[in-house]
């Protein structure tokens, strides 16, 4: 799949770039992906750089034209499609090099004039820099606009909320409800994103509207926290279909959100924990609750929605747990054991999502040294294994989290007490598949204090 594929471009659209951190890098690498084919118009609202800045020493493939009315600029582009693919157009340039935003009211006249051509129009300005907060009037998209892409760069999370890293940082304050200088969030960029997606809503009312997460890694940054980082805001804006990548990467696309497949994932934190007087899940470890450390691995997996079952001292761990993108389910039954957990969060997903969920995978509250990787690897091989019930192994020993198909909810639903899944896979030892992983995690949990002292004291 390519940008134009994943961003769902077609011929005749209208696409309006808003945001901050990779718009007009985005702009120019879709342009020229459209123009191997078909005819691309580059223009904007507000001001971009004339292409020579951009691309120095003439290496940009298209032509270039200044046109003052909509007249001249119609028979200007008649002429250089004759020989080139891709036109960028101002309607002036300015003594920095920026060419001039073009009229509103030119968009659909161009539409008219040529049909099958797609538009790309920055329509949105963030003073270079990674996300951006919004005046009123912003961004200036125009009404004929099909298709409007959110852009943000991940390069912004951690860093603290300042001029040097937002455009605008007191308008983001202000709507978060934090300081300057703070440290920025997944929520916090989902939402500075969420914003400028209503206010583009409001100026062309019947286009789509997607996101696109910037992966341009900062100084020191992993490439896989940066994708992790990269699902955590996804999930923050769901419904939003959104494309994780980097234009200026050889192979820009890295994923889309949400994901095709429906494997959810359900962590398990309604026990007593008797053991550890009932406080098991909320102890602290790395500044976190362990069930928090817990439910992050899930999240930062290609899982699609991640559930919480909650019971014991529920409202608690949902405090825990707060402003994490999750849904809890309340068991009740908690003190009926752990197969009454799974009876719960089967019911819910029935009920919410019912044919369309693929699978769950089942992990618990008290592994909080489990992988994201772990969890996607165990993914991809239910995905290849029809009908499987798939689990991990460390060096020969089975553990969780454990995925089920949705053809044995029927009888998830059915246990009771402290069997759990186990249960179910001892019927259907012939569908099991066990799948050989690196990370001890999925073979150790906290059931007494001497397993917390040896988390807490990094102790084999």
Request: charged share 20%; proline share 6%; with cysteine.
């Given at each position: ?253 890295q994923e889309v959100w949400p994901p095709e497949h429906a494997v959810l994932g359900v962590v398990l934190a309604a026990g007593m924990s008797r053991r550890l007087n009932g406080e098991k899940l909320l102890l602290a470890w790395q500044g976190k609750s362990l069930v928090r450390h817990s439910v992050e691995a899930l999240l930062g997996s290609r899982l699609d929605k991640v559930l919480v079952v909650v019971g014991h001292r529920g409202e608690e761990v949902q405090d825990s747990l707060a402003d994490l993108p999750v849904e809890v389910v309340d068991n009740k039954d908690y003190r009926a054991g752990i197969g009454l957990s799974v009876r719960a969060a089967v019911t819910h997903v029935e009920q919410g999502i019912g044919t369309q969920c693929r699978g769950i995978l089942f992990a618990l509250g008290d592994q909080p040294s489990l992988r994201g990787s772990t969890v996607d690897a165990l993914l991809g091989q239910f995905l290849a294994r029809e ?74």
């Open positions: 799949m390519n940008i134009s594929e994943s961003l769902r471009v077609k011929s005749g659209d209208v696409v309006a770039f808003i945001g901050a951190g990779g718009k007009t890098t985005l702009m120019f690498r879709l342009g020229r992906e459209i123009a191997s084919h078909g005819k691309v118009l580059i223009t904007t609202t507000t001001k971009i750089y004339h292409p020579s800045v951009i691309f120095p020493g003439d290496t940009f493939p298209g032509a270039t034209v200044l046109a003052a009315t909509i007249e001249d600029a119609v028979a200007e582009l008649r002429g250089r499609w004759q020989e080139q693919n891709i036109v960028v157009l101002g309607a002036g340039q300015d003594q920095e090099q920026k060419l001039l935003g073009i009229p509103s009211l030119w968009f659909s006249l161009l539409q008219s004039a040529f049909p099958h051509c797609v538009i790309l129009v920055e329509a949105d300005g963030a003073a270079g820099r990674l996300l951006k907060g919004y005046l009123p009037h912003e961004p200036v998209v125009p009404t004929a606009t099909t298709l409007v892409i959110s852009v943000a760069s991940l390069a912004a999370l951690r860093k603290p909320l300042d001029a040097s890293v937002v455009h605008r940082p007191e308008i983001v304050a202000e709507s978060a409800g934090i300081a300057l200088g703070d440290l920025l969030t997944p929520k916090i960029v989902a939402q500075a994103v969420e914003k400028g997606v209503q206010l583009a809503q409001g100026q062309a009312p019947s286009a789509l509207h997607l996101v696109w997460l910037n992966t341009g890694l900062a100084h020191g940054q992993a490439a896989g926290a940066s994708l992790t980082d990269a699902r955590m805001v996804a999930r923050y804006l769901a419904p939003h279909r959104v494309v994780i990548g980097q234009a200026t990467a050889c192979r820009p696309l009908g499987a019930i798939v689990y991990p192994l460390f060096e020969g020993k089975r553990g969780n989290p454990v995925i089920f198909p949705s053809d044995l909810y029927g009888e998830l639903r059915l246990l009771q007490g402290d069997t759990g899944g186990q249960e179910v896979m001892s019927r259907h030892k012939e569908r099991l598949y066990g799948v050989a992983v690196e990370d001890n995690a999925v073979i150790e949990d906290i059931d007494c204090r001497e397993d917390y002292l040896k988390l807490v004291e990094n102790r084999p």
